[in-house]
């Protein structure tokens, strides 16, 4: 009997990740969630990637030249076993999704933002100052590319105004 139970709900699993008509009653008739569903690929899969760019800002306002913040760690052997950070790459883009459903309505509402907060936040860990008294602050662009497809440039999607070097 329990062989039989296990082998209707493995079936009825597999049933579930079905795209087809058929298969839809089982995941409708599914109330308490018995039969688990995975969603193996996203119904709008990612097209585009996004870039941090920095450059810090002097007094006069003028700024140094733009350099890339890398927010992807080098993968290394230990990290077939523990690797905390394997989600940077998801955490940027949906906190570059928050910033752009937002940048439109005001760089000042963007500004308060707990995504602008938590980007700006790991931007000052990640920027070394250059050793001169007339730095203010930095600046921050979102940089949108297509990846590889390089028949397409890069868009700047988002310039930010001058932020302090440190966190108030």
Do not use: C
């Amino acid at each position: 009997m329990v062989r039989l139970v296990v082998a209707s709900m493995l079936v009825a699993t597999l049933g579930t990740q079905h795209p087809g008509k058929m298969f839809k009653r089982l995941t409708h008739s599914n109330l308490f969630a018995v039969l688990p569903h995975w969603g193996f690929f996203a119904p709008n899969p990612a097209t585009l990637d996004y870039h941090v760019m920095a450059r810090f800002v002097l007094r006069d306002g003028s700024g140094l030249a733009w350099q890339d913040v890398d927010f992807i760690e080098e993968r290394r052997v230990r990290h077939a076993v523990w690797f905390p950070l394997a989600r940077q790459k998801k955490a940027l883009y949906d906190l570059v999704a928050d910033l752009l459903t937002v940048s439109e309505r005001g760089a000042e509402l963007m500004a308060l933002t707990p995504a602008f907060s938590v980007l700006t936040a790991h931007v000052r860990t990640r920027l070394s100052p250059p050793g001169r008294e007339d730095v203010t602050g930095f600046q921050l662009a979102i940089v949108e590319s297509t990846g590889y497809d390089t028949s397409v440039p890069p868009e700047v999607r988002i310039v930010t105004r001058p932020q302090p070097l440190t966190s108030r």
